[in-house]
């Protein structure tokens, strides 16, 4: 059974930064696309980032180009997303997504709804002065 733990959130200013990671136990990496996805209060589910299963293609939301960046490190079987220049509107619970897609050279921000993905259970992020 696939795991996705998350960790890194907090509370930080605006302008600051912050390194999510997710851990994934029970299977590779390169079996998954991992994709990070973002609910703000009141919103939906937003794809922030993914990175396809071969590490070859990364994406990003508009919102955060040039801001965040995604990364993986297949010895200890773990995707990273690196926050900077956070904004308020960045606020929100991040999960950590995983689809089974054996070394695909492609992820996507928003897949079919009925696709069946594992789910982490999300880290708080909150910037706010």
């Known amino acids: 059974q696939l795991q996705l733990v998350e960790s890194g959130g907090g509370l930080v200013h605006p302008g600051g930064s912050l390194r999510l990671s997710c851990v994934v136990s029970?299977?590779?990496?390169?079996?998954?696309?991992i994709g990070w996805v973002r609910q703000a209060p009141g919103k939906e589910r937003e794809g922030v980032s993914c990175?396809?299963?071969?590490?070859?293609?990364?994406k990003y939301a508009d919102s955060v180009k040039g801001r965040f960046t995604i990364s993986r490190d297949k010895a200890k079987n773990t995707v990273y997303l690196q926050m900077n220049s956070l904004k308020p509107e960045d606020t929100g619970i991040y999960y950590c997504?995983?689809?089974?897609?054996?070394?695909?050279?492609?992820?996507?921000?928003?897949?079919?709804?009925?696709?069946?993905?594992?789910w982490g259970q999300g880290t708080q992020v909150t910037v706010s002065s």
């Open positions: 029970g299977s590779a990496l390169v079996d998954f696309d």
């Open positions: 990175i396809s299963a071969s590490g070859k293609n990364m």
């Open positions: 997504s995983a689809f089974w897609t054996p070394y695909s050279h492609m992820c996507t921000l928003a897949p079919d709804k009925g696709r069946l993905d594992y």
